[in-house]
């Protein structure tokens, strides 16, 4: 008895310590790691796309560079229609699986949306070397073509494809906007066309042939075709958000929010359509609907870079500079390289009062986008505003020289060379604008600025005189006019040009306030007051006549001591 208890001892202990390791194995990290790719995979196959996300991230924590991980996260990513964390994802797993044709497709697929079109037929040409069938690839290829030579040889590589790829409706709808480009209506009806009948059940079939009918604006027609493609298509996916689009650009917005608010209902995970209803409200200035939107987006995807930069703007346009900051620096946490982030980053830095941090946020914007309009141009307007006229000046001329068709850019550049007193230049730029833009009243008006600053009083009249003609309610030429008068001394013309402004728009607050001025001017305070007075009643936000009513009764109050003291 107890020399069997004795040889218990030893095989117990062996027991026990092999029930140890084996639940060590199952909690290493190389086991836990495992587990979260295959909870992945299954998730992603119910089309439970969160919660794959989520598992193929905890796989990452185990190993950052598992290429698994890495690539389903791309495309699930790029198949919920959030291209931004898409990218990421499957060019890094492109640069570890060069040989993978769907990660090079659907990163083609976004150069193409993108416009970078090279980069486009770069991958479309790689999957064709080894796929030369691909009928994908053959499509990415087509969408690069430009010229109408490379369109040609398109359509007839397309036109080729017919007989192994007929019966595709993917294919007559490539050929249908081939065939638009060209300007072949007809043509390009009858494919799209094809393509219905081919696939009676494609969604891009309907897709393509209401984007045909959209193209020529037959509203019923396109009408039917996007509601048939999103009659097809599951609730959440993008043709219930084409169609929410069709009818956002017919200036439809409440039908549209109404499909948007139903793809909510029954598919709560498809976040494009909440960004989408957030977006609407934004525009809408909906503030409260816009933030409602984006934290439910924000709930079930912690780093959606679009849903982030949306707040951030909110919070811009609410003036509330220091969450629209925190916002947009949290994206850039995750994506430092986002051009219009750091532009959206230097407009909440200028709300804030910090003007030297905005420039900073717009230098690094350029550097990562030298083309970038917006933010080439708002530095040299903060360049101009703290006095580096040279390099705004710099900046501008070599941006004239690139995009010579920018209006704003010659206003900017005109402004940066009366700044710096250099009037001739100043002129030249200004009537560079007009020339651009002949039916702005801004044009006159400015280089008359210039004219004025060149000591050339009666050819800045004119302008003065012309911008007015164009634009009768604005208050800037008008009062460059009565300026011109008051020097001239002629204070009953400056007094009867706006008179006669005002019998054309008696509401205008602004135009009270500047015939106070003239008023005080010719030294007729009852009437000065009774104008000021005026505008405070018309604009109570207008703060210059609430200025001028103090100044004014301080100078009385200092006359009646004065009177006493006498």
């Known amino acids: 008895m107890i020399m069997a208890r004795l040889a218990l001892v030893p095989t117990t202990a062996i027991m026990i310590f092999a029930l140890l390791v084996s639940g060590g194995c199952a909690r290493s990290p190389e086991a836990k790691k495992a587990r979260h790719l295959q909870r992945g995979a299954t998730y992603a196959q119910k089309e439970k796309y969160r919660e794959a996300i989520f598992e193929y991230r905890s796989a990452l924590r185990y190993e950052q560079t598992n290429v698994r991980a890495i690539r389903q996260l791309g495309l699930i990513h790029y198949q919920l229609g959030e291209l931004a964390q898409a990218y990421g994802f499957l060019l890094k797993a492109q640069e570890m699986e060069p040989d993978n044709l769907d990660v090079r497709l659907k990163l083609g697929t976004m150069y193409l949306a993108g416009r970078q079109r090279e980069q486009a037929r770069e991958e479309a040409a790689f999957i064709l070397q080894r796929q030369p069938n691909n009928l994908d690839a053959l499509i990415l290829s087509a969408g690069t073509a430009t010229t109408p030579e490379e369109t040609g040889a398109a359509i007839r590589r397309l036109e080729d494809a ?88 017919v200036r439809q917005p409440e039908e549209a929010k109404q499909v948007l608010r139903t793809i909510t209902e029954k598919a709560p995970e498809y976040l494009p359509a909440w960004r989408r209803l957030a977006e609407i409200a934004f525009v809408e200035q909906k503030y409260d609907e816009t933030v409602q939107a984006l934290r439910v987006i924000l709930k079930k995807n912690a780093s959606d870079v679009e849903a982030h930069l949306l707040m951030g703007r909110v919070h811009l346009a609410r003036q509330q500079a220091a969450e629209a900051i925190q916002e947009f620096q949290q994206v850039l946490k995750l994506h430092p390289r986002l051009a219009p982030v750091r532009y959206q980053l230097a407009l909440a830095h200028r709300e804030g009062g910090n003007i030297q941090q905005a420039k900073t946020e717009l230098a690094e914007a350029i550097s990562v986008a030298p083309n970038f309009t917006d933010a080439t141009l708002l530095l040299a307007e903060l360049n101009i505003w703290t006095g580096a006229l040279q390099p705004a000046i710099d900046s501008l001329e070599g941006f004239v020289s690139r995009q010579p068709r920018s209006p704003r850019a010659y206003g900017l550049l005109g402004s940066a060379y009366l700044a710096k007193r250099e009037p001739a230049r100043a002129i030249d730029a200004y009537r560079k604008l007009v020339a651009l833009s002949p039916a702005e009243p801004t044009g006159p008006y400015l280089v008359g600025r210039g004219l004025l600053a060149a000591g050339r009083r009666a050819e800045a009249a004119k302008q003065f005189e012309a911008s007015l003609t164009m634009a009768p309610e604005h208050v800037e030429p008008l009062a460059q006019l009565v300026q011109i008068a008051l020097a001239e001394r002629r204070p009953d013309d400056a007094l009867g040009r706006v008179k006669k402004q005002i019998a054309l728009a008696p509401n205008s607050a602004v135009l009270r306030h500047l015939l106070g001025l003239v008023h005080l001017a010719r030294r007729e305070g009852d009437a000065a007051e009774a104008a000021f007075l005026k505008a405070i009643e018309l604009e109570p936000r207008l703060t210059d006549p609430y200025v001028q009513l103090g100044s004014f009764y301080a100078a009385m109050a200092r006359e009646d001591l004065i009177a006493f003291v006498d």
């Open 162 to 249: 017919r007989a192994a790829f007929g019966d595709r409706a993917k294919l007559h709808a490539a050929l249908g906007s081939l065939y638009l480009g060209q300007k072949d209506l007809a043509a390009a009806e009858r494919a799209f066309t094809e393509g219905v009948t081919r696939e009676p059940k494609s969604v891009e079939a309907h897709r393509a042939l209401g984007g045909f009918y959209l193209a020529k604006r037959d509203a019923v027609r396109a009408e039917a075709e996007y509601k048939a493609a999103a009659a097809i298509a599951p609730p959440g996916s993008p043709e219930g958000l084409g169609l929410a689009d069709f009818y956002l650009l």
